[in-house]
């Protein structure tokens, strides 16, 4: 908080140099930590009185505090300064990715996370060997979301990205400008800002995208081509390569 305009400072919780990060519903003068959060930090961290950590609502706002207790797998935390904002980045950015076997998924929605994407949907593509639905699909979508949770305090980042339920192809939506690696494509460089201020970058399954799926793709407004390197990548390593390339052509909302 800004002493001189009572208004919230922007900053990024990962420039304050406290030694851990998590998430509260309320960032209140005092805060307790328990549950699987406070076991973490109290008995695998082995965090200590005194020590600071920032605590963000997931939604932007952020605040310091300075553990006051710490006993059996919970902490007492005491603000030690007011509320920040971590501003956003521009363009949006979001990243639709086939779903895949085994842990792939978690890998996936881990790096996204840490890379600063905005929202997060895996989809079942025509070449998919997973095929989440109904209950399992309710499941999945938790442990991603959990895993994306965790990712955002090891990374320090105070929004949470939005994590969509598994949806079929024809269910990804397409706000803005569709970006789909290809070798052929343009440098990420050359790859003009979307007009309808995000990117949605899709990866497909192994074998890439069906043929129908990428036709209808590359059909829609503003898709483009980007090219990320020369060579065939994994389904999970193309979500975090695309994801990053146009990461650094992203910068900060001024005051927001």
């Known amino acids: 908080m800004d002493p001189a305009t009572g208004s919230e400072s922007v900053a990024f919780a990962s420039t304050s140099g406290a030694v851990a990060h998590v998430f509260a519903d309320d960032l209140a003068e005092s805060v307790l930590i328990d549950g699987e959060d406070g076991h973490h930090l109290q008995r695998v961290r082995r965090i200590r009185v005194g020590e600071r950590v920032t605590v963000s609502d997931g939604f932007g706002r952020w605040c310091p505090y300075d553990v006051a207790t710490s006993d059996r797998g919970s902490l007492v935390l005491q603000a030690a300064g007011g509320a920040s904002r971590e501003p956003r980045l521009t363009p949006g950015l979001a990243v639709a990715f086939a779903l895949s076997k085994g842990t792939k998924p978690e890998h996936v929605v881990a790096g996204l996370t840490e890379l600063g994407v905005d929202r997060i949907v895996p989809f079942r593509s025509a070449r998919s060997m997973v095929r989440w639905e109904g209950e399992r699909a309710r499941s999945a979508t938790a442990r991603l979301r959990r895993v ?82 020369p060579h065939v990548l994994r389904t999970e390593t193309a979500a975090l390569a695309v994801a990053a390339a146009l990461a650094g052509r992203r910068t900060v909302v001024d005051g927001h």
């Open 148 to 229: 994306a949770r965790e990712s955002a305090m090891q990374c320090r980042r105070s929004w949470l990205p939005q994590v969509d339920e598994p949806v079929g192809f024809a269910g990804i939506g397409t706000p803005g400008a569709v970006v789909v690696g290809d070798p052929a494509g343009l440098p990420v460089g050359d790859l003009a800002l979307p007009a309808g201020g995000e990117w949605l970058a899709v990866v497909g399954a192994e074998g890439g995208l069906d043929p129908a799926e990428r036709a209808d793709l590359t059909a829609r407004p503003g898709a483009t081509l980007v090219a990320v390197g």
